[in-house]
């Protein structure tokens, strides 16, 4: 059984999650065209290496981000999107590496 931890609820069963895609940013809203839309939505960056994710905890509806290396499967942190998109947050601020 995989275990994935929740900041909010703490170690749960890999069952509990949904994924939400990689955390990457969104368009203007008012501004943006259909292209980038479709690319926003459907495409993503295809590294090897340390991403991040979205991940929802599905029983509390609970969204979080995860770090996560994409070859290996390995959790390097999960945190509350607050720390990343927190002005005065700083841990999170840097951007994810991918390896060469």
């Known amino acids: 059984m995989k275990i994935l931890t929740c900041p909010l609820n703490?170690?749960?069963n890999i069952a509990e999650f949904t994924y939400g895609g990689q955390v990457k940013p969104m368009p203007n809203p008012?501004?943006?065209?259909d292209q980038e839309w479709a690319h926003y939505v459907f495409y993503g960056d295809n590294h090897i290496g340390v991403v991040r994710e979205w991940?929802?905890?599905t029983p509390s509806s609970y969204w979080f981000i995860v770090?996560?290396?994409?070859q290996t499967d390995e959790v390097m942190r999960?945190?509350?999107p607050?720390?990343?998109f927190d002005p005065g947050a700083s841990p999170a601020t840097e951007p994810v590496e991918a390896d060469s």
Request: net charge negative.
């Open 78 to 80: 999960t945190y509350d």
């Open 30 to 33: 008012t501004e943006a065209t």
């Open 82 to 84: 607050a720390e990343l």
């Open 67 to 70: 770090e996560r290396h994409n």
């Open 55 to 57: 991940w929802m905890h």
């Open 10 to 12: 703490g170690p749960r």
